[in-house]
């Protein structure tokens, strides 16, 4: 869903990167923001508003746009906004936004013990 020129709004998340008593990463920032940002993302949609979360983004860039200070660093990027009409997308986008969304079966990422042994419960 392309999403509305009215009022858009980007957005990144973030993590320090150097704490200042260990002085060192934490990457289970990541993992941490993702519980973070649910109950917004959920409040948006409620609200009517569209939500992107993307990762294909230039961390560089979103320091330089939203002034993100050294010893931080942009780890995911997102796009909240109205939804916009699909019949505004040039046509290549467009076609893409109709198609029908397909699934991934679970039994192709959910796994146990080893990489590449399915988890019994996602093989039903």
Not at 23 to 48: F, I, K, M, N, Y
Not at 90 to 96: A, E, G, T, V
Request: aromatic share 6%; charged share 25%; proline share 10%.
């Amino acid at each position: 869903m392309p999403i509305g020129q009215e009022r858009p709004c980007a957005g990144n998340c973030r993590r320090e990167t150097d704490l200042r008593e260990e002085r060192r990463p934490q990457p289970q920032c990541s993992v941490r923001h993702r519980r973070g940002d649910g109950p917004a993302l959920v409040e948006a949609t409620a609200r009517g508003l569209a939500v992107h979360q993307m990762a294909g983004f230039d961390p560089e860039k979103a320091r330089q746009v939203f002034g993100i200070p050294l010893g931080w660093e942009a780890i995911a990027a997102l796009a909240i906004g109205y939804p916009g009409d699909p019949a505004s997308l040039p046509q290549h986008l467009k076609d893409r936004e109709m198609a029908p969304r397909t699934r991934k079966p679970i039994a192709e990422f959910v796994m146990t013990g080893h990489w590449g042994h399915t988890a019994p419960f996602a093989a039903k």
